[in-house]
């Protein structure tokens, strides 16, 4: 069975673009989370979703990051406008149940010039 | 609030050395969860291991031992004859009910493994 799939691998945008993060979960799994990782702050959760309904968005810094999940195998983290400071690597997260392991994807490593 | 700390930010070994990594955790709940998860130099998070916090049992997968004592709130994980490839940063997290019962993850910073040949 394929893991959690993240796309693009790779970002490279400049200040003010719009970056749209993909994420396609593990197949049954009920719940999905979006984390940032910096050197700074390491890994933050940013917001997690169950059965496609966001439940926690606190970690979303600012009105400039929005997430959706149309359906159980499709999430995407966007920002609009984009930041030098959002540099970093997002990665997506899936989990069967409440208290069992996440499985992490690949990660998308966003430069923002 | 729950909470982990790797007090350990670096550590160097050389082959075949045994290294254990420290893990400490706050929490006010009865029922959580610990985790160990690897991120080697092409950096993909992989898990190593979840423990509950009714088994206090050691557990041991070929290299890897884990050591969960309640007492002192730890969860330390041992390498023993590390490798190469065993060179990583390693997150020790936390999970607990919470308020809305989500068992999220609390990571620690992590522990920056480097295994020298």
């Known amino acids: 069975d394929a893991g959690v799939i993240q796309s693009p691998r790779h970002e490279v945008t400049e200040m003010g673009q719009e970056v749209t993060l993909r994420c396609k979960p593990i197949?049954?799994?009920?719940?999905l989370f979006w984390y940032r990782q910096t050197m700074m702050r390491g890994l933050e959760l940013l917001i997690y979703f169950n059965n496609n309904v966001p439940i926690d968005d606190s970690g979303m810094p600012e009105d400039r990051f929005s997430a959706k999940m149309p359906n159980a195998s499709f999430s995407t983290l966007k920002i609009q406008p984009s930041e030098p400071r959002d540099s970093a690597v997002y990665f997506c997260?899936?989990?069967?149940?409440?208290?069992?392991?996440?499985?992490f994807g690949p990660g998308t490593r966003l430069t923002v010039l | 609030a729950q909470k982990v700390t790797q007090a350990q930010t670096e550590i160097s070994v050389v082959e075949k050395e045994d290294v254990t990594l420290d893990c400490v955790y706050e929490t006010r709940d009865t029922t959580y969860y610990l985790f160990w998860y690897k991120q080697p130099p092409s950096g993909e998070l992989v898990f190593l291991i979840r423990?509950?916090?009714?088994?206090?049992q050691n557990e041991i997968s070929g290299r890897y031992s884990w050591n969960f004592q309640k007492s002192t709130s730890s969860f330390n994980f041992t390498i023993t004859a590390s490798q190469v490839v065993d060179s990583a940063v390693y997150f020790c997290a936390l999970s607990e009910a919470g308020g809305a019962g989500s068992y999220q993850l609390t990571f620690g910073k992590g522990t920056k493994l480097s295994v020298i040949p």
């Open positions: 423990r509950n916090s009714f088994d206090e």
């Open positions: 997260a899936s989990r069967l149940g409440r208290i069992n392991e996440q499985f």
């Open positions: 197949s049954g799994h009920d719940y």
